[in-house]
Nanobody, 124 residues
Framework: QVQLVESGGGLVQAGGSLRLSCVASGPTFSTLVKSWFRQVPGKDREFVAAINWSGDRTFYAPSVKGRSTISRINANNTMYLQMSSLKTEDTAVYYC?????????????????WGQGTQVTVSS
């Protein structure tokens, strides 16, 4: 069973930066595409960014494009999301997700594996 564990969340002031990490364990051959989603209470889970297995394809939500960079190091089964110029509207629980299919999807239903989430709070 694939397990995903996020870290790196916390409280940061608007305009600041954070780097989230997601470490995978288990049969990681089934984690070809990895993504970040986020969710605030009362709202649907929102796609943030995705990266394919080789790392040569990435895709970002318009809300974070230009402010975020997704990357992965397969040798240590880790994925990162570097976020800068953070805004209060970036406040959410951020989830790491992985799919055994090697195509990027923005739909949370396409991902089989999920982490427990890490809270990011951006203060004004």
């Amino acid at each position: 069973q694939v397990q995903l564990v996020e870290s790196g969340g916390g409280l940061v002031q608007a305009g600041g930066s954070l780097r989230l990490s997601c470490v995978a364990s288990g049969p990681t051959f089934s984690t070809l595409v990895k993504s970040w989603f986020r969710q605030v209470p009362g709202k649907d889970r929102e796609f943030v960014a995705a990266i394919n297995w080789s790392g040569d394809r990435t895709f970002y939500a318009p809300s974070v494009k230009g402010r975020s960079t997704i990357s992965r190091i397969n040798a240590n089964n880790t994925m990162y999301l570097q976020m800068s110029s953070l805004k209060t509207e970036d406040t959410a629980v951020y989830y790491c997700a992985a799919s055994r299919w090697n195509y990027i999807s923005t739909m949370w239903e396409q991902y089989e594996h999920w982490g427990q989430g890490t809270q990011v709070t951006v203060s004004s």
